[in-house]
């Protein structure tokens, strides 16, 4: 074997040519790290990758979205490597005898004062003069701004002068291989396009089709970026709307289809159940079929909405897309995306774009939360990586109404961000109040008050607004009262006469304690309860949505007739889900809310009802008089979901009201509801509450200023764990829910056992397994994580405890080069009377008892 060469001085630091300098390392069969790809070869493999990337956008697309010469930037990414701590490192992990390099006096974890090979890639194009941004992309082509602390490229600890004139002379040869040079971007929004192009290209770069590096690599471009999903789609050209849907267009639907030829921001005010969803697709399609987006990204208000819209866009994919289009609908869905994509080293399980929720951003089309689309315009970890995958793509905003005053501010910067991105952005709303409507659009020119109503800004061209004509109203009554009880004993009673009952709770803890009241009393009388909310974990929720949603849906039309049955559930149940109950009961929201909630009533026409069934509704409510005076005692812990001053504007809208026609009234109630005025007495207490916060709540001021922090361009990066998209006690944290969890030694893996019985084992080698077996068992392990807030979560392991159990492998738990990153991931075992415990058996909670059922949830008891 090769011996590294001890450098004649040990004051000496020798200068390696380039074009020794590796990118890698590389691993054989036999187990042993050597030397991998030179760093030029990589620069150009990552070049060419963006160059074939951008060749699958459309043509009207590419001039827009990238500057000429934009592969350049991407080859350049890893300049930065040809540098003494970068080189030693890659010869320190190469197995003992397989490195040939001459041993360099330095340290290695020098490297994260200066982020690493980044920083210096930043500073060496900063030094030859690279155009505005470019140096800055090169930096942050691992998700992050690097932090020079004021280092020059020729500094000492990146090699001295001589090691910049080997970056300089790398640089002569990429122009040379390439035929290009540094690109002139002419926007911050063309900035983060090119970055998350240098990111991706990165990551596909350094796939598996790459490793070897004796193996040739030009051959597999075209396949690794096939793997990866970015396939441009084919259409079936000229098809009619039902051509598309089976059905004949809404006057509504057709007027959306029609002002949405071309890139712009445009917002569908419409009543609940008027076909919102297809309109927004079918004006999706007729923009792809003239090449003026390159896909679809269709974002909901939480992941559990978006499971149903999964069939739906599936549905809409395979009627529009040719036969021979080589995507498959299933891409969409969690796990068969995980398994088919292949995305290099980022991208892997245990990478940090392994998550579906993430990747889908990257897919021709998915269906994803809004926090994921929110983080392209934020200054976090990878946001240019989000922004670079929307790019270009049919937008749909869905349920835009429900969103605060901090994640409003965010998605305003979102819709100007994608209208400078050439997106075409289709906003889907039941309750917008004017003033939010301009704030969306970003003018304040807009005054019709018609609804239905579409609103457009078409790219470069003047603001239009559209009044449509509405359906008949349709009268619903409405019953205020403060006890729960006697609505318990109606659900009951009207579920006994074969009614579909719907309850809607504020919160997860009052849907549970619902359930429990319900659900015995309801068995002894033969009818069905079930239970609907966020925490759950995939298997369960996804059984539970299937059947109760199909039951209240179209698709249980047939069985209506054989039992009443009673949903019990929280805000998911007002959200993108067409389910259609005979009487609801609410628990008192804001306006916006309870009218969403209000279209799952009576929602179609042709739904089979017993005789006995009203459209009616019963809100549970306090008096006025005593929700103005004490709102947080009247309201209970709803107070603590919405603003008490938004709740008493709410009910002062109801006062006197036995029955509301819909959808006439739904323009008045909202806007009766939000428009400003002055106040007196309790009411200015709680408006300047809603404005400048308490100890407990940030105001309105405050939550729009943290916003535009987590938006600015020249702060420090944030890590995706600190980049909140909600400012509220959002279910942010992932806990990972077994039956059992234990290192076998003399099989040197973790023995996992499911909730449902099954047995994985966790090889402590991520070699053990092919790259598809990994894919394979993370894919079974994310369907085992239920989504709670940070302070119901229970205590976090150690990383060493979790990298023990080689869960590493499986879930990102942090770079370990970045300080600031850290996981949000939690791991509890559940015992066999579903009470939450530690790997030891230890309590998990500080001062609650946590636990998990299936028919329940994850489950908070206060002690």
Not at 86 to 102: D, H, I, M, N
Not at 700 to 727: C, F, M, N, W
Not at 835 to 861: A, F, K, N, S
Request: aromatic share 8%.
């Amino acid at each position: 074997m090769l011996q590294r060469r001890q450098s004649a001085n040990s004051h000496d630091l020798p200068c390696i040519p380039f074009t020794h300098c590796p990118a890698k390392t590389y691993q054989r069969v036999d187990g042993t790290v050597q030397l991998g790809r030179s760093v030029v070869e990589h620069c150009q493999i990552v070049g060419e990758v963006a160059q074939a990337l951008i060749r699958r956008y459309p043509e009207l697309l590419r001039a827009h979205l990238f500057p000429l010469d934009a592969p350049f930037a991407a080859a350049c990414h890893d300049i930065g490597k040809v540098s003494p701590c970068f080189v030693e490192k890659l010869c320190r992990a190469c197995t003992s005898g397989y490195c040939q390099l001459p041993t360099l006096n330095v340290n290695p974890e020098l490297e994260r004062q200066w982020g690493g090979h980044a920083g210096v890639s930043q500073a060496a194009a900063k030094a030859m003069n690279a155009p505005q941004w470019v140096p800055e992309i090169l930096g942050q082509h691992h998700g992050f701004s690097p932090e020079l602390g004021g280092k020059r490229a020729d500094a000492q600890v990146f090699g001295g002068p001589e090691w910049q004139q080997q970056r300089e002379a790398l640089l002569v040869e990429l122009e040379k291989r390439l035929g290009m040079s540094w690109p002139q971007v002419t926007s911050i929004a063309q900035a983060r396009v090119l970055a998350g192009l240098t990111s991706v290209a990165d990551w596909i770069g350094s796939g598996r089709h790459f490793e070897d590096p004796a193996l040739p690599w030009a051959e597999n471009i075209e396949r690794a970026i096939g793997e990866a999903g970015f396939i441009p789609p084919t259409y079936r050209l000229g098809l009619s709307f039902e051509q598309v849907f089976g059905f004949a267009p809404r006057a509504a639907q057709q007027q959306l289809i029609a002002a949405a030829r071309m890139p712009g921001v445009y917002v569908l005010e419409a009543p609940m159940g008027l076909g919102k969803t297809e309109a927004a697709l079918y004006a999706a399609y007729r923009v792809l079929e003239t090449g003026q987006a390159c896909g679809i990204y269709f974002a909901l208000p939480t992941q559990l909405t978006s499971n149903k819209i999964y069939q739906r866009f599936n549905t809409f994919l395979q009627s529009i897309l040719s036969d021979d289009c080589a995507h498959n609908a299933l891409l969409l869905h969690g796990n068969a995306w995980l398994l088919e994509g292949e995305m290099g080293e980022e991208g892997r399980p245990g990478g940090a774009w392994f998550n579906h929720a993430k990747r889908g951003l990257l897919a021709p089309f998915a269906v994803g939360t809004i926090d994921q689309a929110l983080m392209a315009a934020m200054n976090v970890k990878h946001g240019f990586v989000r922004a670079f995958g929307l790019a270009g793509k049919v937008v749909i905003l869905d349920e835009a109404h429900t969103y605060d005053a901090y994640t409003g501010t965010l998605l305003d910067a979102l819709v100007a961000l994608l209208q400078q991105l050439g997106c075409t952005v289709i906003i889907l709303s039941a309750t917008l109040n004017q003033e939010r409507r301009q704030q969306l659009l970003g003018t304040q020119t807009l005054s019709s008050q018609g609804y239905p109503l579409i609103s457009a800004v078409p790219h470069a061209q003047a603001p239009c607004e559209y009044p449509l004509e509405g359906d008949a109203p349709q009268r619903v009554e409405l019953r205020l009262l403060e006890q729960e009880q006697e609505a318990i004993a109606q659900a009951l009673e009207r579920a006994s006469q074969g009614q579909q009952v719907l309850w809607i709770e504020n919160t997860v803890v009052e849907a549970q304690e619902r359930y429990l009241d319900l659900a015995s009393r309801a068995s002894e009388l033969g009818l069905a309860c079930g239970l609907l909310h966020s925490r759950f974990n995939v298997v369960d929720r996804q059984k539970i949505e299937d059947h109760w949603i199909n039951l209240f849906g179209k698709e249980g039309w047939p069985k209506r007739g054989e039992q009443g049955r009673i949903l019990i559930g929280t805000q998911v149940l007002e959200q993108s889900l067409d389910i259609d109950a005979d009487f609801l009961v609410s628990r008192f929201a804001p306006n916006d809310m309870l009218l969403q909630r209000l279209g799952r009533l009576w929602r179609h026409t042709g739904t089979p009802r017993p005789a006995t069934a009203r459209r009616e509704a019963w809100l549970l409510a306090p008096q006025l008089e005593t929700a103005i005076a004490t709102p947080q005692a009247a309201f209970g812990s709803s107070a603590h979901v919405y603003s008490p001053y938004v709740l008493c504007r709410s009910l002062e809208v109801w006062q006197g009201k036995d029955a509301i026609e819909l959808p006439t009234d739904i323009r008045p109630l909202i806007e009766q509801t939000y428009a400003s005025r002055d106040e007196s007495g309790d009411m200015a207490r709680w408006l300047h509450e809603l404005d400048n916060g308490t100890s407990r709540r940030k105001g309105r001021k405050a939550l729009r200023q943290l916003a535009r922090v987590g938006l600015a361009e020249d702060g420090k990066t944030l890590p995706e764990s600190q980049a909140q998209t909600r400012y509220s006690e959002t279910d942010s944290h992932e806990v990972l829910l077994l039956r059992a969890l234990r290192f076998v030694p003399e099989q040197q893996a973790s023995r996992v056992v499911l909730l449902d019985g099954r047995v994985l084992m966790l090889p402590k080698s991520r070699h053990a397994l092919s790259k598809k077996e990994w894919k394979q068992l993370t894919a079974i392990l994310m369907q085992q994580i239920v989504p709670v807030r940070a302070s119901d979560a229970p205590r976090a392991p150690s990383l060493h405890v979790l990298r023990n159990h080689f869960l590493h492998h499986c879930f990102y738990l942090g770079d370990p080069n970045w300080t600031d990153d850290e996981s949000l991931l939690r791991v509890a075992l559940v015992s066999d009377t579903s009470t939450l415990l530690g790997l030891q058996g230890e309590r998990v909670h500080d001062r609650h008892t946590l636990e998990y059922r299936d028919d329940l949830g994850y489950r908070v008891i206060k002690q």
